[in-house]
């Protein structure tokens, strides 16, 4: 079983960047792949970034993200990051991370993933 924290979040301007940080807990998070989803207020809940176990595949919604966001893992802490350059007011939403026992195209499909953490509030101020 693994247990996800996220962190990293806050107000910020329009224009400026976070990184975001999902720790976990449990003794196989190395077997884990991690995505990124969000969920606006009154929207559904997105997939964002994804990035598979031991060899550091990585995966992005290029739709929304377009290129500003960067996934990344650090086994060693049992750490995943998201970092958000140039943050839109659209970006506005709950940040989660999840965890799930594969990988492939389908990363950006919530219900796939096995365990997720509470999530973290980002606002983007215009």
């Known amino acids: 079983e693994v247990q996800l924290v996220e962190s990293g979040g806050g107000l910020v301007q329009a224009g400026g960047s976070l990184r975001l940080s999902c720790a976990a807990s449990?003794?196989?998070?190395?077997?884990?792949?991690i995505g990124w989803f969000r969920q606006a207020p009154g929207k559904e809940r997105e997939g964002v970034a994804c990035i598979s176990a031991r060899d550091g595949r990585t995966a992005y919604e290029d739709t929304s993200v377009g290129g500003r966001f960067t996934i990344s893992r650090d086994d060693a802490k049992h750490t995943v990051y998201l970092q958000i350059r140039n943050l839109k007011p659209e970006d506005t939403a709950i940040y989660y991370c999840a965890a799930v026992s594969d990988f492939g195209p389908w990363c950006f499909t919530d219900y796939r993933y096995e365990y997720w953490g509470q999530g973290t509030q980002v606002t983007v101020s215009s």
């Open positions: 449990g003794s196989t998070f190395d077997d884990y792949a």
